[in-house]
């Protein structure tokens, strides 16, 4: 890297306990590298001061520099995020997807390019190991770098008072969109930004997309389409839908891209699933320093849009018809598309309480995640962990690390049969984390945020009240599965069930129409396989949600060729 790139590249790589490895962020290509990409790339010529493209931007091309600069600029005021100089390339993992840009680029100088288009870069990435490895690695440290850093032509305004603003910004960062927060109460210029927009308060959480587009109280939806995250071409049938992004359901898009399937993945949130809420996952194969559920979901994300895979965020399903083939998925949004074969990885989520204090307090006190967005809010205060297995477990070592003290409350009499033992000594090592068994929460109080909880200890009958603000709710598991109903057969709790575990009765409800009994994974709908937490007697484990999600697109294979 030039001194010219490592001086410009400092302000993307400023983000407070991480050092972060410009060389291979921004590596400037060797000749015969260049030579490789020149074979199926464009000269380009761009006078000094011309835009290469806008933020906002879709499916823009990938640019080499040969001659000159380029300047790529984020944020408002605008900022220099890198100058690529000659050797220097640009793009990060939006370049796969052809998502919208987050920033856009200048030149600077008389500069000559290499043009290539996407699909060619794709293609190059997938073939040419050597290159692949340069421009995947440098694309997903740019974009870890640009969401760090909080450059960027989206911009935020919350407050702790307007619901939904905790969502919103979850939804942001799970998704990997770099953003600029601005909170209303605390931030004496956001009553400028407000004004100039004509907002009040009334209008927030409001999402400023590329400066222009103003989104008040946006749903999930409206936002990942003023993103571009939710784009699907819903016209041809597909060899295979993925309906969920979780660990199952990325396994199974990476591998059945890499084996020529075209492949659809919808998934109504973020990628990830309830794993991609996890703050660290110490147990899983290959990483014994352990991996947030984000970074493994990112990582699986780009690694499936590598091969070829189209992933649509925001995208939930809605009703399966079965009746017909192919099959076609209809989505909430109207929208729907057609499959020959389908993989159901829409996993489980915690079993929300009855209560209706729990419901008033939700993203206000009451939570279900344990991200770092979730920790920021309750640093140096006592919280309460309610759940005993491993993903309690790993909420409550985290938040152990920035509060001043962590409750952890089961139902049972202890831990031992729903947690990890690793994770249960880390409970019991870990001075600030007081466990507290046979209790359960029975009152939840406050105004417009959460300000007090009463729990009940059932083995000594006393009640105890704490003036305690943050509560995380990780007990149970219910599927996702209200969309298959009248399709697939189901068990009591509402897990889909496959294989031997389907009955006699089972098949002849569906109307079984094949010979052969279904395969391992395979409902009771031919084609249409279960995989992960969704799936009945599954192991509710990342591991086996992976294992499951890459074993059943053998299973997709034989079904195809029927």
């Not at 995947?136 to 008072?161: H, K, M, T």
């Not at 202890?414 to 068994?437: K, P």
């Amino acid at each position: 890297m030039t001194a010219h790139e490592r001086s410009a590249a400092s302000n993307v790589s400023e983000v407070p306990g991480r050092t972060l490895d410009t060389a291979h962020m921004f590596p400037e290509l060797a000749p015969e590298l260049i030579a490789r990409l020149a074979r199926v790339a464009r000269e380009r010529l761009v006078a000094d001061g011309d835009a290469v493209w806008d933020e906002g931007a879709t499916n823009i091309p990938f640019f080499v520099v040969q001659e000159g600069a380029i300047a790529i600029l984020a944020g408002c005021p605008e900022r220099v995020v890198v100058v690529h100089t000659p050797g220097g390339f640009t793009g990060d993992v939006d370049m796969l997807s052809g998502r919208r840009a987050s920033v856009h680029a200048r030149a600077q100088g008389a500069t000559r390019l290499l043009e290539i288009e996407r699909s060619r870069l794709r293609e190059l990435v997938r073939t040419d190991v050597e290159l692949g490895e340069v421009l995947l690695r440098a694309f997903i440290l740019r974009r870890v770098a640009l969401v760090e850093s909080g450059q960027a032509d989206i911009v935020f305004v919350g407050s702790r008072q307007a619901a939904g603003t905790l969502r919103l910004q979850d939804f942001l960062n799970r998704n990997g969109r770099p953003y600029i927060s601005l909170d209303a109460e605390r931030e004496p210029s956001v009553q400028a930004l407000l004004d100039h927009f004509h907002l009040d308060a009334s209008d927030l959480p409001v999402v400023i997309c590329w400066g222009t587009n103003v989104l008040k109280r946006p749903t999930i939806e409206e936002l990942a389409e003023c993103l571009g995250l939710s784009s699907l071409d819903d016209g041809p049938v597909r060899d295979l839908v993925v309906v969920g992004a979780g660990p199952a359901g990325l396994a199974a898009a990476v591998y059945a891209a890499s084996e020529g399937l075209d492949t659809v993945v919808l998934e109504g949130y973020a990628p990830g699933g309830q794993a991609g809420s996890s703050s660290r996952i110490e147990n899983y194969l290959g990483f014994p320093m352990g991996i947030s559920g984000s970074e493994l979901a990112g990582r699986a994300f780009v690694q499936a849009e590598k091969f070829g895979a189209s992933i649509a965020v925001a995208r939930t399903a809605a009703r399966l018809d079965c009746d017909s083939r192919p099959y076609r998925i209809r989505m909430a949004s109207g929208t729907s598309v057609s499959t020959r074969a389908i993989v159901i990885a829409t996993g489980a989520e915690y079993r929300r309480p009855i209560c209706a204090e729990a419901v008033r307090f939700e993203g206000a006190g009451f939570y279900y995640a344990a991200t770092p967005l979730e920790g920021k809010l309750c640093e140096g205060e006592e919280i309460i962990v309610v759940g005993g297995g491993n993903s309690a477990g790993q909420a409550a070592v985290f938040f152990a690390g920035t509060t001043k003290r962590v409750y952890v409350l089961v139902r049972g009499p202890g831990l031992a049969e729903s947690m990890s033992q690793y994770l249960i000594r880390r409970i019991e090592e870990t001075a600030n984390i007081e466990l507290r068994t046979r209790t359960e929460i029975v009152a939840l109080e406050g105004e417009n945020h959460l300000e007090r909880v009463t729990w009940i200890d059932k083995a000594e009958d006393r009640k105890t009240t704490l003036n305690i603000r943050h509560v995380f709710w990780m007990t149970g598991a219910s599927p996702n599965t209200s969309w298959l109903e009248g399709c697939v057969a189901l068990d009591e709790k509402g897990f889909v069930k496959t294989g031997t575990d389907l009955t006699t009765h089972d098949l002849e409800a569906a109307q079984w129409p094949l010979v052969r009994p279904p395969f391992l994974f395979e409902t009771s709908q031919p084609g249409v396989i279960a995989v992960g937490d969704v799936r009945a007697k599954s192991v509710k484990r990342v591991a086996a949600a992976v294992g499951e999600g890459s074993v059943c697109v053998q299973l997709v294979h034989k079904v195809l060729a029927e």
